[in-house]
């Protein structure tokens, strides 16, 4: 055997593991090739669920895949957290991480198996809403400052709702209180459709609430709706001014929902699902349907939106430590 064939023969086995490697990443399907999973950790029909919903369906037909939403509740939505954050790092797992996942509930357990930094990849923000201060009919307040004055004159006498320990309605008002200086009795219940009928009834005094589980008993006129937690009115209640308007300046809530993933997806794979969301956000139709919920698309670039769910986390955990909420 001369030289040439020699080198030939050492060189062929090169080029066929190059030609092999070469058609498999050819052959490699792109993403997505199969249906995605979009985690909510809450039940349906609530908020999250609804947007989740909405964005899924558009985000879909975007991507070119079904996406399916997995209701996974429980634990202040730290059950669903949990199983987003272990799912694994391919891009097929979504998450709709929001304020009580990411800021609230991480701050309220010890361990609540997961952490709300290291273990998500930000995509973006949907979207945000206020809640709304509302009272019984029985109160007499028609404005936030009258309200403050009514609980002053009976300290420790009136109560609140609000959709559990740790919910954004109790932090809200807990936020309030201090602000505040009141002394008001917190009355957990386990959803914030049976506050709004005690609400109602009068079995409670006051609550904050999502804007959308108060619009129509309020047109109704069987509650009264005081002010916002946003720092602009909104267009569900443009004639309801917000709290901070109403000698409680820099006083903000507001309840978020974003698009998330397991830490670790590949950067090409998470930049497309970042494309996507982006053109989701922009169709008129996704924007209408959000609005029909009360919520405002408020999109910021990934970067702003993992600085957002840091402040985020920092405030409600001061929040919950000077509030003296017992971890659990």
């Known amino acids: 055997m001369n030289r040439t064939t020699r080198a030939s023969l050492c060189v062929a086995p090169a080029f066929l593991a190059l030609f092999i490697g070469s058609s498999a990443l050819a052959a490699k399907p792109e993403f997505p090739n199969h249906p995605l999973r979009y985690i909510v950790a809450y039940p349906p029909g609530g908020a999250s669920d609804i947007v989740a919903r909405i964005v899924a369906s558009a985000l879909g037909e975007v991507l070119g895949q079904q996406i399916v939403v997995d209701n996974r509740s429980g634990g202040s939505g730290t059950i669903g957290a949990q199983v987003a954050a272990h799912a694994p790092a391919d891009g097929y797992t979504l998450f709709a991480c ?10 309220l357990y ?3 198996g997961y952490d709300s930094v290291r273990d998500f990849a930000p995509v973006g923000l949907i979207g945000s809403n206020p809640n709304a201060l509302s009272v019984n009919r029985s109160v007499p307040a028609a404005t936030i400052a009258e309200f403050i004055s009514v609980v002053k004159s009976r300290p420790g006498q009136l109560n609140y709702a609000s959709a559990g320990v740790g919910t954004s309605p109790q932090l809200s008002m807990e936020l309030f209180k201090m602000q505040a200086n009141l002394d008001i009795v917190h009355i957990p219940y386990r959803g914030i459709g049976v506050a709004v009928l005690d609400l109602i009834a009068g079995q409670v005094q006051a609550m904050f609430s999502t804007v959308p589980s108060v619009i129509g008993v309020s047109r109704a006129g069987k509650v009264r709706v005081l002010g ?3 720092t602009t009115r909104t267009p569900d209640l443009p004639d309801v001014p917000t709290i901070a308007e109403s000698g409680m300046p820099g006083f903000e809530v507001i309840s978020w929902q974003g698009l998330c993933t397991p830490a670790g997806v590949p950067k090409p794979i998470l930049a497309r699902i970042r494309t996507g969301l982006a053109k989701v956000l922009a169709m008129p139709d996704t ?11 408020t999109p910021l670039s990934p970067e702003k939106f993992a600085d957002f769910i840091r402040s985020e986390h920092t405030k409600w955990a001061k929040v919950v430590r000077d509030v003296g ?4």
């Open 325 to 328: 909420i017992a971890q659990q």
């Open 228 to 230: 916002v937690t946003s």
């Open 287 to 297: 924007r209408k349907h959000l609005a029909e919920q009360s919520f405002q698309p």
């Open 98 to 107: 929001n304020i009580a996942s990411l800021a609230v509930s991480p701050a």
């Open 110 to 112: 010890r361990n609540p």
